[in-house]
Nanobody, 120 residues
Framework: QVQLVESGGGLVQPGGSLRLSCAAS????????MGWYRRAPGKERELVAS???????NAAGSVKGRSTISRDNSKNTVYLQLNSLKFEDTAVYYC??????????????WGQGTQVTVSS
């Protein structure tokens, strides 16, 4: 199986910044893509940003210009830098990984979620 360890969430003031990280480990032959989703109170889960194995990035319009997603392939880790945080960024952020195991099966994995709260 694959394990995802998330970190970096917490309480931050409006206009502040934080950096989320997600490290994948376990039975991984290849990671196709890694990214972050979020679920705000009373709303559906939505994509924040993702990056695939060749560096193609998808990002939500709400965070473009103030977010950076990056990866460290040697550590199977993805990072999400968020700047100029707004109240509406408050959500539980979930790491998402699409990986291929040694049997050639492609599966999607989710982290437990890390809370980001933007409040003054």
């Amino acid at each position: 199986q694959v394990q995802l360890v998330e970190s970096g969430g917490g309480l931050v003031q409006p206009g502040g910044s934080l950096r989320l990280s997600c490290a994948a480990s376990g039975s991984i032959f290849r990671i196709n893509a890694m990214g972050w989703y979020r679920r705000a109170p009373g709303k559906e889960r939505e994509l924040v940003a993702s990056i695939d194995r060749v560096g193609t990035i998808n990002a939500a319009g709400s965070v473009k210009g103030r977010s950076t997603i990056s990866r460290d392939n040697s550590k199977n880790t993805v990072y999400l830098q968020l700047n100029s945080l707004k109240f509406e960024d408050t959500a539980v952020y979930y790491c998402n990984v699409e990986a291929v195991d040694y049997s050639g099966h492609t599966k999607v994995y989710w982290g437990q979620g890390t809370q980001v709260t933007v409040s003054s």
